[in-house]
């Protein structure tokens, strides 16, 4: 995106409740040029009284297509999400503006193992990269470490268990709240053994993503240059918040 990247009208063609508290959209852009997997947009909502709110979300497409998919996590308190969630309906008009980032970005010609390492609505910028992935039919090895409250708050839960049927995908679970009784680990935050035992390890050199809440990111990142990665192997994403 340059700095004079236009508002775009975004049309909403279908929305889905995806976990209690979370759901995602699908909007229509006219002129839209195509994005990266991992790359976000601006979206901009503005009241009948004039008043806008602008808030970063990531997009889980990718490509040429013009129908944008966003997935959004209600914050209570929130000013914007609560109305993503609660409120938008088919036929409903935002803008949008993007797509934004060159970083934090993956495609099919990027060398080596794929480390992904999402918390709650972090999945949204990696489930788009492990699509990139099945479609290109990659070779290169992508693992991904999902961390959730429950398996009720996973988004794209059966979308990552059929990727993971495929080949060169894995997706390992990490559950902070209440695990299912069939998981062996009782439930808790990701630490160094879950680092350890549910991702590509540092001597693999893999390209590493984090995505989540800003708390979330700061303390994987820690965990693994303790566990040995390189700093500059791991690109980060932060949502916000604590
Ligand atoms: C690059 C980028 C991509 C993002 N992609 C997504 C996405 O795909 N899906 C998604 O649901 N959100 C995403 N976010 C977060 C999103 O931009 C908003 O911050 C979020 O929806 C809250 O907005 P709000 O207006 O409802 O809350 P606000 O009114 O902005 O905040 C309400 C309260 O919640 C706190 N808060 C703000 N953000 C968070 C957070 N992420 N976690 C916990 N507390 C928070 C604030 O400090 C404040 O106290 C992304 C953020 C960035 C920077």
């Not at 069939?182 to 050199?205: K, L, Q």
């Not at 990142?221 to 604590?242: K, M, Q, W, Y």
């Amino acid at each position: 995106m340059t700095p004079s990247s236009p508002w775009l009208l975004a049309r909403v063609v279908e929305t889905r409740q995806e976990t209690p508290h979370g759901r995602v959209l699908r909007l229509r852009v006219d002129g839209w040029p195509g994005n990266i997997a991992g790359q976000h947009v601006d979206v901009r909502l503005t009241a009948e009284d004039g008043y806008q709110a602008v808030r970063s979300y990531s997009l889980a497409s990718s490509g040429e297509s013009d129908v944008l998919e966003l997935a959004v996590d209600e914050l209570p308190d929130g000013e914007v999400s609560p109305y993503l969630v609660e409120d938008v309906r088919p036929d409903d008009e935002l803008e949008v503006r993007g797509p934004i980032g060159a970083y934090f970005v993956w495609t099919p010609d990027h060398p080596g193992p794929v480390q992904l390492i999402a918390g709650g609505s972090g999945i949204v910028p990696l489930v788009a990269m492990a699509r990139v992935h099945a479609d290109a039919a990659s070779r290169v090895p992508m693992r991904m470490l999902y961390s959730v409250r429950s398996p009720d708050d996973a988004f794209y839960a059966e979308e990552l268990t059929r990727l993971a049927g495929g080949e060169g995908f894995t997706v390992d679970w990490a559950y902070t709240r209440s695990a299912p009784v069939s998981v062996a680990r009782p439930a808790g935050r990701v630490d160094a053994t879950m680092i350890a035992a549910s991702t590509i390890p540092a001597n693999e050199s893999p390209s590493v993503f984090v995505c989540g809440p800003t708390g979330f990111v700061e303390a994987v990142a820690d965990l693994l240059v303790a566990a040995g990665h390189s700093p500059d192997r791991i690109r980060t994403e932060r949502f916000g918040g604590a």
